[in-house]
């Protein structure tokens, strides 16, 4: 077993999921995978917000997307923490966008306002999926992201006029591009303003998971394996 | 510009003063209020009112000091003394 320092994952005996997943299960995986670690990067900012009251409402968002993730985990597996914490890096599915280290405000809250909205784009889909659980849980999910996405529309109305808020969302639109699969670019550029471009697509990493998942894993890793919490 | 919100808790039941929060606009202190005083299911609505818009009232007089108009104005004590010592005459009669 791993330990603190260590980059092997902990493992548990059952393997978290199974290697031949159809497309459905990669896409779920792939939400899971994006709402654990944006949820995760979103609460980087809980003591440092900006405002007290942000500081409360954006720690708030972060532990709704975390949820998500474990929702979703326990309809793809029997054990959410195992497969939110016991792979390895490269087996992670979430998309370049929600990986990146982003302590500047402009930024999280371009990320943000693109990530919503590309969401939104997916979970719609979701809603009318023939798995009464899939659709199910679509349905709860959308329910509590209409606050983030009245949160995140509020802040780019605020910010919209700045060169930095400008910039930023320029910046991460390529990222953006690449939560979504390429049928539904067309509708996340309409609602963006944006043409479509080059995609830094789901599958491919920056450095910023590797960091993320030596911190996010290490109280599990140096854990042994059926410990309780 | 600060907010001064209001919760109730079940229907039916006045509303409270919970606390404040600074916004610039209405559709920031919803969002901030919501998650302050609504997330954990504590209240079933919510009143936001700017803070310049409550008219608050501090000052009192009670010049001639009137106080039989207030409930302290009254010694419930001696009262309540007397009749309990008229119901236990009225019990051994």
Request: glycine share 8%; proline share 5%; net charge negative.
């Amino acid at each position: 077993m791993g330990g603190v320092g260590s980059t092997e994952p902990h493992r548990s005996d059952v393997p978290a999921l199974p290697a031949r997943r159809d497309s459905q299960q990669e896409l779920l995986l792939g939400l899971a995978d994006d709402e654990l670690v944006i949820g995760w990067r979103d609460s980087e900012w809980t003591g440092i917000a900006p405002l007290l009251e942000e500081d409360v409402a954006f720690s708030s968002i972060a532990q709704n997307e975390i949820g998500h993730a474990r929702a979703l985990y326990e309809l793809l597996g029997d054990d959410a923490d195992a497969l939110a914490f016991d792979r390895r890096p490269d087996e992670y599915r979430c998309a370049p966008l929600v990986e990146l280290p982003l302590l500047e405000w402009a930024h999280t809250i371009a990320r943000r306002w693109l990530y919503e909205t590309a969401d939104e784009i997916r979970i719609t889909a979701l809603l009318d999926d023939d798995d009464p659980g899939v659709a199910g849980l679509a349905a709860k999910i959308n329910r509590e992201e209409a606050y983030h996405r009245m949160h995140a529309e509020m802040w780019r109305e605020r910010l919209a006029d700045t060169p930095q808020f400008r910039a930023a969302v320029e910046e991460l639109w390529p990222y953006a591009l690449g939560v979504l699969p390429p049928e539904q670019r067309g509708a996340l550029a309409a609602r963006v303003g944006l043409e479509e471009a080059d995609a830094f697509e789901r599958g491919t990493h920056t450095d910023g998971l590797a960091e993320l998942w030596e911190e996010m894993t290490m109280v599990r890793r140096s854990a042994p394996a059926g410990a309780q919490w | 510009m600060i907010w001064e919100i209001f919760r109730q808790d079940r229907k039916g039941q006045p509303f409270e003063h919970a606390g404040s929060v600074e916004a610039p606009d209405a559709e920031f202190a919803e969002a901030w209020a919501r998650e302050q005083y609504g997330r954990r299911g504590e209240s079933i609505a919510l009143w936001l009112a700017p803070r310049d818009a409550i008219h608050a009232v501090t000052e009192w007089s009670d010049e001639f000091d009137l106080k039989y108009r207030r409930v302290d104005g009254y010694s419930i004590k001696a009262r309540l003394k007397e009749a309990r010592g008229r119901r236990r005459l009225d019990g051994a009669a």
